[in-house]
């Protein structure tokens, strides 16, 4: 059975920062390729940031570049998040997933998706 537990979100002042991670079971985590993807109340699910299965590949959208970390650890079968300098358009509900995909930025290419971590950021 397959899980993905993401924890760390929480309520931050604007300039704050949060680390996100998330704990995967059940799958050859290292296999996989790692993203976090954010939704806000009324929008779209929209993509944050992805990591290769080595690390090698990284990609941001254009809106955390410069602000956010993300990182994995395959021998404890966990990514991370590193939030910094947040902004309360941050603010959304957080989901880390995994998937082989060819395309990091779309949702279609991950299969496994956790229940999500709320981030909230007040200005």
């Known amino acids: 059975q397959v899980q993905l537990v993401e924890s760390g979100g929480g309520l931050v002042q604007a300039g704050g920062s949060l680390r996100l991670s998330c704990a995967a079971s059940g799958l050859p985590f290292s296999a996989y390729v790692m993203a976090w993807f954010r939704q806000a109340p009324g929008k779209e699910r929209e993509f944050v940031a992805a990591?290769?299965?080595?690390?090698?590949?990284?990609d941001y959208a254009d809106s955390v570049k410069g602000r956010f970390t993300i990182s994995r650890d395959n021998a404890k079968t966990s990514g991370y998040l590193q939030m910094n300098s947040l902004k309360p358009e941050d603010t959304a509900v957080y989901y880390c997933?995994?998937?082989?995909?060819?395309?990091?930025?779309?949702?279609?290419?991950?299969?496994?998706w956790g229940q999500g971590t709320q981030v909230t950021v007040s200005s």
């Open positions: 990591i290769s299965w080595s690390g090698g590949r990284i």
């Open positions: 997933a995994l998937g082989r995909g060819s395309s990091y930025y779309s949702k279609s290419s991950y299969k496994y």
